[in-house]
């Protein structure tokens, strides 16, 4: 495995990290924070999180997107900027726990 580390002048912290293999951080516990605050990190591959995860902000996702479960408290918007919004599949039970509002036209493909 190659690596080649630059080391920085405060702290013993390095400022550049290059590897051609697996590379592993705080293996043995501790917080591992990436970038400053206000600043854009690019994963450029798969990401891959094992345990939970929290965002401290907003979720911007590109492309089509996938959840076998999704929970979400506050107001929930799908397809603002308009496309199709699909809810379980063709067969399966939908269940509205709550008031359903329809603001426009509403087609029944079969019996109400």
């Given amino acids: 495995m190659f690596f080649k580390v630059t080391m920085g002048y405060i702290n013993n912290t390095f400022t550049t990290l290059t590897s051609s ?5 705080a293996s043995g516990g501790g917080v591992v924070n990436v970038a400053s ?3 854009m990190t690019t994963v450029k591959g798969t990401l ?11 979720l911007d996702v ?13 107001a929930t918007s799908l397809a603002t900027a308009a ?22 036209a509403v087609t029944l493909d079969s019996t109400l």
Avoid at 21 to 25: E, R, S, V, W, Y
Avoid at 63 to 74: A, K, Q, Y
Avoid at 85 to 103: E, I, P, Q, Y
């Fill in 37 to 39: 605050s206000g600043v």
């Fill in 48 to 58: 891959n999180v094992d345990e939970a995860v929290t965002l401290d902000s907003t």
């Fill in 21 to 25: 293999g697996a590379t592993t951080l």
């Fill in 83 to 104: 496309g199709a919004v699909n809810v379980a599949s063709s067969g399966a039970m939908t269940t509205v726990k709550g008031t359903l509002n329809v603001d426009e």
């Fill in 62 to 74: 590109t492309g089509d997107t996938s959840v076998s479960t999704f929970d979400s408290t506050g």
